[in-house]
């Protein structure tokens, strides 16, 4: 009876036993799955990127690349996987692996002396053929990863504009930086089941699509650019300047032919970086443009009916004081025409207008023509520079404002404000990527007063002018040199910006050019012998490279040019 009444127990407990199970069996699968599913999913659910494609090339108008992306390999470890493998014991794989990285051998193994860390890069951006030698030592827990690096053909001619980026691929200056978003691809996404040795076992589908990198094609004619960097980098050299820069626009169309500065460096040899190269200072540093803001007070004088483009200027005795000081010219030039004062950058013709015009007339027409204006084109680091707001204007500042003090402009925005009067005062917007169509001009100044201080601007250039070093053989030019003091704390100090802005050619302009050249030593620091002549070298070099016709010369010069080219062999 005992031995019966033990047999139904045992039986009872297995059979509670396995209610047990199959209840806690049914809760699990029918009634609550979610939590098991979800900590199944935490263990073998994956995302893996896909078509994670090369970041965009930046190339110039005319489709030369500037910006490309190379393939190279990233060197990495996984320390856990190389002690428990005692891949260290490999001393002469070790030694070799350092050697090729460059990296001293002990440093090299003090970065996988952890064994809990499981990634650690033991060399970014390595060649194929350094990856393929690391690959052939067979070291476990030594991996290699495809990545990029971007490269630069133009090295330091492009360098400002074009910009760089940092070792993960991001933009950190220029255009690589301004259109980081537009240049990099984004790779896709996918879902997948791994099993425990990482293998894909199931594809759940796609989360996110892939992203292509765009191209950028730029408005900078290679071509021109070189040219431009070349002779200004000379310049800024023989003048041992603190910086020089260089701007030259499309009248017609607002589009940036070249942009260069001075000094410089190679973005393919980041040991060069240094903060003061790296500045795109076209259109990061303003300057008082001194005299070659005087053709837009002469614009304004025209329209405010101050003067006739045909009207004479009495400057006796060629000196006067405003608010006890001295505004002069270098000697009397007595009663001159509106032009003269252009020709012969009279301080004192442009007070005597400016006088008769209130500031906001002045100032008006400064914004118009694009001064104290973001030019919107989205560079790093744009400065708008600085055109004065006062309730009360004294009338030495007044006299200042019109021969270029007490205003700050950046070379770009100079370089638009000629294009304008070159443009016979209508504005383009202005533009560093090449658009398929320009976009309608806004008339922004009156066309026959544009005409009229651009006919003036001719003979500055000419004999007897202050710019006869900016003249090109064969074409019509015009333009107004410039040269202010640097503004220090109290006053001005004896350091000197010499300036050149023009166009060419006259006839029908076409290129509207900024020189600037900052600080220049020695005995020469005016616009027309530092810049003026940087001006006409690369002036000439581009009109005859977009084939303009020369405007100057004579019928029999165009005829003996053809006799020439007629007898030259072709090659």
Wanted: net charge positive.
């Amino acid at each position: 009876m005992l031995a019966r009444g033990r047999f139904y127990f045992t039986c009872g407990v297995i059979l509670l036993a396995f209610f047990a199970l199959f209840a806690r069996a049914a809760w699990i699968q029918v009634i609550s799955p979610d939590r098991l599913r979800l900590e199944g999913d935490l263990r073998s659910l994956r995302s893996t990127a896909v078509s994670n494609t090369a970041r965009g090339m930046i190339m110039d108008r005319n489709g030369e690349e500037l910006a490309v992306s190379v393939p190279v390999q990233a060197v990495w470890a996984d320390p856990k996987q190389i002690h428990a493998e005692h891949s260290l014991d490999k001393q002469q794989a070790w030694q070799a692996l350092a050697e090729v990285l460059g990296v001293p051998h002990d440093k090299l193994l003090a970065r996988v002396q952890d064994p809990k860390r499981r990634f650690v890069y033991l060399q970014r951006q390595v060649t194929p053929a350094v990856a393929e030698y690391i690959r052939k030592l067979r070291l476990p827990g030594v991996h290699l990863r495809p990545e990029e690096r971007r490269f630069y053909p133009t090295g330091e001619i492009n360098a400002h504009l074009v910009g760089m980026t940092n070792i993960d691929g991001a933009g950190i200056e220029g255009i690589e930086r301004a259109f980081n978003d537009w240049l990099t691809a984004q790779p896709g996404e996918r879902k997948v089941r791994k099993d425990r040795m990482g293998r894909v076992i199931e594809d759940l589908g796609v989360v996110s699509e892939a992203r292509q990198a765009n191209n950028i094609e730029l408005t900078i004619d290679q071509r021109i650019q070189a040219l431009a960097y070349r002779s200004l980098k000379r310049a800024f050299e023989y003048h041992r300047a603190t910086s020089a820069s260089l701007v030259m626009l499309d009248v017609k169309t607002g589009e940036v032919l070249a942009m260069v500065n001075a000094p410089s460096f190679n973005p393919n040899n980041r040991s060069q970086y240094q903060g003061f190269r790296a500045r795109n200072r076209a259109v990061t540093d303003a300057y008082e443009p001194g005299s070659t803001l005087k053709p837009m007070i002469v614009v304004s004088a025209l329209e405010n009916g101050v003067v006739n483009a045909d009207s004479m200027i009495d400057t006796n005795p060629g000196w006067m004081r405003l608010g006890g000081k001295r505004v002069s010219d270098h000697r009397n030039l007595g009663k001159i025409s509106v032009e003269t004062v252009l020709q012969r950058s009279s301080n004192m013709g442009m007070v005597l207008m400016a006088m008769e015009e209130t500031p906001e007339q002045m100032l008006d027409t400064l914004y118009r023509f694009g001064l104290g204006i973001d030019s919107g084109m989205g560079l790093v680091g744009e400065s708008t520079g600085m055109v004065p707001q006062r309730r009360r204007w004294s009338d030495i500042e007044q006299a200042t404002l019109s021969f270029g003090y007490g205003v700050t402009v950046t070379p770009l925005q100079l370089a638009q404000a000629y294009a304008i009067l070159a443009n016979g005062g209508v504005r383009h917007p202005l533009t560093i990527i090449k658009r398929s169509q320009p976009p309608a001009g806004e008339q922004v100044i009156p066309r026959r007063h544009a005409e009229a201080v651009l006919h003036m601007l001719e003979s500055v250039v000419r004999p007897g002018g202050t710019a006869t070093n900016a003249a090109i053989a064969g074409y019509r030019v015009g333009g107004k040199t410039g040269t202010s003091r640097k503004a220090i704390a109290g006053g001005y100090g004896s350091d000197y910006v010499g300036l050149f802005a023009g166009v060419a050619p006259l006839s029908d302009p076409r290129l509207a050019m900024v020189v600037v050249i900052n600080e220049p030593q020695g005995d020469q620091y005016y616009g027309g012998q530092v810049a003026a002549p940087v001006f006409a070298e690369v002036m000439s070099g581009a009109l005859q490279l977009l084939n303009i016709r020369p405007d100057a010369a004579t019928e029999e010069q165009f005829q003996l040019a053809g006799q020439e080219a007629a007898v030259v062999p072709h090659t």
